[in-house]
């Protein structure tokens, strides 16, 4: 088991271009989860997906969106990348089945993206 | 609003100690909670959970104790390593009043240096 796999692991954007993160579970997971973490802010929730073919806005969604493409693979595009979007983006997963149940969280190795 | 806190963020202790990471909680309502370790470059991995129902959980090196009259949770490391140098974080889980929906809320972390 790999767990959760993200790729790429570092990208250097300018200021308006685009890109899409992407995340990958094997535990057969129901929910998946995108956070970035800055300094002294802890985790934060970008977009989360309940199940295949559902999203809902997290905590900060302004500025990118999401697509769970299948139960493994959830993508977060930024469609044009700001400096303010410089941050470490991690992935998650985790057994919950909906908005009604939460249950352990399990991260990837994240993305550290640089915008210039 | 409500939130999860932590009361040290840098803890130093000597290789060997026995080490202890404390989290405050507001929201009596919470009934589950987690502990994180994050190392250097890594995401978020999972360490141990406990439920409100329970005030002690005991893992390999590691144990949580929940004090729910003062809303108190602390990790506890036996003999710590270098290995266990990192950032700790609380996360608690609490259902949304009216709603059946249920909040994941991460703490911002503790600094675990281990002195050789």
């Known amino acids: 088991n790999a767990g959760v796999t993200q790729t790429p692991k570092f990208q250097v954007l300018k200021t308006g271009q685009s890109m899409t993160l992407q995340c990958a579970q094997d535990?057969?997971?129901?929910?998946m989860y995108w956070y970035r973490q800055d300094p002294g802010m802890g985790l934060r929730l970008i977009y989360y997906?309940?199940?295949?073919?559902?999203?809902d806005k997290g905590e900060v969604p302004n500025g990118y969106n999401v697509s769970r493409l299948n139960k493994r693979e959830f993508s977060l595009r930024l469609e044009s990348a700001a400096p303010s979007q410089t941050s470490v983006y991690f992935c998650?997963?985790?057994?919950?089945?909906?908005?009604?149940?939460?249950?352990?969280?399990?991260f990837g190795p994240g993305t550290r993206l640089l915008v210039l | 609003g409500e939130s999860v806190g932590l009361h040290l963020p840098t803890l130093s202790v000597q290789e060997g100690d026995n080490s202890i990471i404390n989290c405050a909680y507001s929201?009596?309502?919470?009934?589950?909670f987690i502990w994180y370790k994050q190392e250097s470059g890594k995401g978020p991995q999972f360490i141990i959970d406990?439920?409100?129902?329970?005030d002690k959980r005991q893992g390999q090196r590691v144990t949580v104790l929940l004090n729910k009259t003062v809303k108190h949770l602390s990790l506890q490391i036996a003999a710590t390593q270098p290995g266990d140098s990192a950032v700790y974080f609380c996360?608690?889980?609490?259902?949304?009043?009216?709603?059946?929906?249920?909040?994941?809320?991460f703490g911002s972390g503790t600094r675990l240096q281990v002195q050789p």
């Open positions: 929201n009596s309502a919470s009934d589950y």
């Open positions: 998650a997963s985790s057994e919950a089945r909906s908005l009604r149940d939460q249950e352990t969280q399990y």
């Open positions: 997906s309940a199940s295949e073919g559902t999203t």
């Open positions: 996360a608690e889980i609490t259902p949304i009043m009216d709603t059946g929906r249920r909040a994941l809320t």
């Open positions: 535990m057969n997971h129901n929910s």
């Open positions: 406990i439920r409100s129902n329970m």
